[in-house]
């Protein structure tokens, strides 16, 4: 079965894009029809009383394994699809790789109820268990890095080394933001239009890729739009943006004890909540790289690099070069 759903998704992944008839058809918002580089399994949860399902892949080393495992950690605007590369470059290395899909994103079911990093972190050490991970190194990009932070924290046993790529959280939003209601949220989100999307992907990220990289992720929301259940997607968006602003993890970085690297682009001004916060304000947010390097300074083992021209998706902005850094840190420890 495994190996059935390999060579389908590779056979989908080798079909032009113009002549995917799937490419514009409605997803479920669990993204089905959508194919991911590797087999999705599923590992069944209870959040909410309701059952849910966290899907992950788990991919085997293709170099000399070397018996340690990856846990890679996705960002709120994107599905781990998109650490493919990644993926391919850790694998390569010797190492197993484990991607899920956190609880309200990407394949992964959609809970309604409120979001929480505590939640989301033993869900994660559940997927370790389940798979007998007893210890770890975790790769995270974006809102990923708010989630290993709180991992790090909450099971500090599981984390052997972080890799934290372009992390928000590394600054307190709720110090120059307002808070925002669900309601006001779900209007505004639910009103993006493709190009706002596109826009809010290109400027806000600040990205060097071209357009045929980022859109892709401006396909797969406007296409869950046509789910009969996408107002579940949305309210789960949502959610997401609540725990990102009212559950920092600033304060919990500098005593992480595991071995640190923070992978920070140059021009990445990302600050969530910025647009509502008061314009006087506005300006001095998002100095992420510089926030990396204090918060970096004040860890036991921690350490900053900044890759000068490059937005908040290092690892697809400046592919070599983010997995020549992170192989180079993890072999190291």
């Not at 928000?168 to 493709?194: C, H, K, M, Q």
């Not at 396909?219 to 609540?242: A, H, M, T």
Request: aromatic letters at 8%; a neutral charge; proline letters at 8%.
């Amino acid at each position: 079965m495994r190996l059935a759903t390999l060579l389908l998704g590779c056979l989908l992944a080798l079909l032009p894009a113009a002549v995917r008839a799937e490419d514009t058809d409605p997803l479920g918002i669990g993204l089905e029809g959508f194919a991911y580089p590797y087999p999705v399994w599923f590992l069944d949860l209870t959040r909410d009383n309701e059952r849910q399902r966290l899907a992950y892949m788990d991919v085997t080393p293709t170099g000399t394994p070397n018996g340690r495992t990856v846990l890679l950690l996705h960002g709120r605007n994107f599905p781990s699809s998109y650490w493919e590369p990644v993926i391919g470059a850790l694998a390569g290395a010797g190492y197993r790789v484990v991607v899920p899909d956190q609880l309200g994103f990407g394949k992964s079911s959609k809970p309604v109820g409120p979001f929480s990093f505590d939640v989301m972190a033993a869900e994660t050490v559940s997927l370790l268990d389940a798979l007998n991970l007893p210890r770890v190194d975790v790769v995270a990009h974006s809102m990923g890095g708010m989630l290993a932070a709180r991992l790090a924290r909450n099971a500090p046993s599981r984390v052997n080394s972080l890799v934290l790529e372009a992390p928000i959280g590394l600054e307190d939003y709720r110090f120059t933001v307002p808070p925002v209601s669900n309601d006001t949220l779900l209007r505004i989100e639910g009103g993006v239009t493709a190009e706002a999307y596109r826009r809010q992907l290109t400027t806000n990220y600040a990205l060097s890729l071209p357009s045929s990289a980022i859109e892709p992720f401006v396909s797969i929301r406007e296409r869950v739009k046509g789910s009969g259940e996408y107002p579940r997607w949305l309210q789960s968006f949502v959610n997401s943006y609540q725990i990102i602003w009212g559950q920092p993890v600033v304060h919990e970085i500098p005593p992480i004890a595991a071995p640190t690297l923070f992978v920070m682009g140059g021009n990445d001004r990302n600050a969530p909540g910025k647009p509502f916060a008061p314009e006087n304000l506005r300006a001095a947010m998002g100095d992420n790289a510089g926030h990396a390097k204090a918060l970096a300074a004040r860890m036991p083992d921690g350490r900053a690099v900044v890759f000068d021209g490059i937005g908040h998706l290092v690892h697809m902005e400046a592919t070599d070069r983010f997995n020549a850094t992170m192989l180079e840190f993890l072999n190291g420890h």
